[in-house]
């Protein structure tokens, strides 16, 4: 039983252009979305996150939108440079209760 | 650099052999996590430390395995007896606990255990 799917195992996108990886959730109580960024032999590392009271969040070139009616959560890269090539969790939470994560999108950026 | 580390980076082990794994966490963090992973999965919860309280389990952390922190610094995860359903990469993160009560977690580079 998956509360965090994202459907897309891998995306190419080429250099230049918007990279959208899409995540699901189906526990209504997670009211916290986090996006982490995954490097070969590295562990995670935080990119961006946005509440449930919000729906959207901007950093730079990384948007993440949330649509709570959908359990649907997206994040947006524009424009995608090759160092974005990762593989990308998404994971949420319900407050005082600990993260779960989505298998991943491994996102590859053509030059 | 000051962010989380583990020790080892790799391990391999026969079955039924035991193994210990190391992490150290950002110094001003009070907040321990373990996580497991596995091919084509995202990190999976195993257990969490607030200073030198082990506060949550999960269920996937059979009796074979046990987590300190004894001094609310380092923790270590031994795994006893290993089977080879135990190879996985196995991620060690810390965090602050935060007034509003979410946190983002920081991750050290994983162990990468396989049992032969």
Known sequence: DQQVKQNSPSLSVQEGRISILNCDYTNSMFDYFLWYKKYPAEGPTF?????????????GRF?????????????????????????????????????????GTRLSVLP | ???????????????????????????????LYWYRQTLGQGPEFL?????????????LLSDRFSAERP?????????????QGDSAMYLCASSKKLAGGHNEQFFGPGTRLTVL
């Open chain 1, 47 to 59: 990119l961006i996150s946005i509440s449930s009271i919000k729906d959207k969040n901007e950093d």
């Open chain 1, 63 to 103: 948007t993440v939108f949330l649509n709570k009616s959908a359990k649907h959560l997206s994040l947006h890269i524009v424009p995608s440079q090759p160092g974005d090539s990762a593989v990308y969790f998404c994971a949420a939470n319900r407050y005082g209760q600990n993260f779960v994560f989505g298998p």
């Open chain 2, 1 to 31: 650099d000051t962010g989380v580390s583990q020790d080892p980076r790799h391990k391999i082990t026969k079955r039924g052999q035991n193994v210990t794994f190391r992490c150290d966490p950002i110094s001003e963090h009070n907040r």
């Open chain 2, 47 to 59: 257990t969490y430390f607030q200073n030198e309280a082990q506060l949550e389990k999960s269920r």
């Open chain 2, 71 to 83: 001094k609310g610094s380092f923790s270590t995860l031994e795994i006893q007896r290993t089977e």
